[in-house]
């Protein structure tokens, strides 16, 4: 098995399992109808996005795993999603400015992805890349709402941003599979993407009358597998049937 | 989601409509999108082709947007179709080259416009509207387009909410995917 590639694989598709895991956690708990209904039709392409991820994770790995096996049965540690995924909805001001801050990158990772030599992982971003730019426009025009909305809307919206921040560096960070598979000219090297995201990101937080923040200290561990608390209730949500009633199907 | 897919790399398949064996065309087209009933799957663009291979017509679909849960019925509906039509047949689902709003047929506009839901408009025109707030869209009650964007997403993953000024009536947009 290309153990690599593999793991590469689950590198791209952990975030979107999270965040779309996350997301799915509004369905009926929206601030209003249709927010509601746009953050769950977001989690929705993530997990379609997620479900060509895993198949063709499942067909390298060669053994009898399914995507399911793959999506559910891993142990938290197993899962190399970035800490910004996993952070809590909190409020709308957070729920927002997690989703703008991953959305930026996701942008930009797929973008690349799409020339990859590996034709499958080149489909998959071409396809989600057209369901990313409507993320990308709900994000952004939301954050320039909140943020250059009421006295009370700003200020939370900048609490957000700033607390979350400090997860956003990790995104550059590369695991070795990364470095293999950039070699191959199969991975995107993402420390080339890292000056663009923080300029277009500070381009938008200006426009939405937001500071951006001055902290040098980051968080990082996901991609090693060492998550924040919260990934351990995230997982007993997202795994219950799985792990209750084993191998069932809808 | 126990469904294999495959993703295969095809340009001649850019076309509104696929390689469909003519005996399979009014067979497909008796199937329709279970979210928009009056849209037949061959109008939707979705079936890339249908061929019969040793007994077995293999027929290839197109996901709209990656989570569209109506894949999975659109299958097992073009299967249920074609048996009792008396064929077997094998569905693959294929991600490339990825579906765009460009391939639902006139007929298929239309039938979306009949039946309440605005068809997309071309790239730039609906960057202005979701982006710019432009009233652009046509109302498909009155026929005014002095609409307003409600919200971006709507009841399903390719539609965005709208609603008219003038008649007052809320109505979907077919958001343009390209």
Redesign the interface.
Known sequence: MKQNLYKYILGIADNSLILGQRLGELTGHGPSLETDIACTNISLDFFGQVRSYYQYAAKIAGDKRTEDDIAMLRKEREYVNVLLVEQPNTNFAYTIARQFLFDVYHFLFLTELEKSKDLTLSAIATKSLKEVSYHQRFSTDWLKRLGDGTTESKEKMQEAINDLWTCTDELFHQTEADKAMVKDGIGVDVTALKEVYYKKVNEILEEATLETPESKWFQKGGKQGIHTEHLGYLLSDLQYMQRTYPNMEW | ??K??H?T?SSENSSPLGKVDGAFVAILESVSDPEIPVLSIMDMGVVRSAVIENNIVKVEIT?T?????AMDVIGDDIKAALKTAGYDSEIELI??P?WTTDWITPRGRKALEDYGIAAPLNAEADKEV??NGKRLVKCTNCSSTNTRL????????CKA?FQCDDCQEPFDYF?C??
């Open positions: 989601m126990n294999t897919e993703i790399r996901p947007y990656s989570g569209c849960p991600l490339a990825a979701l982006l409600v919200s971006q997403f709507g009841s399903t993953a909410q958001k995917l390209k």
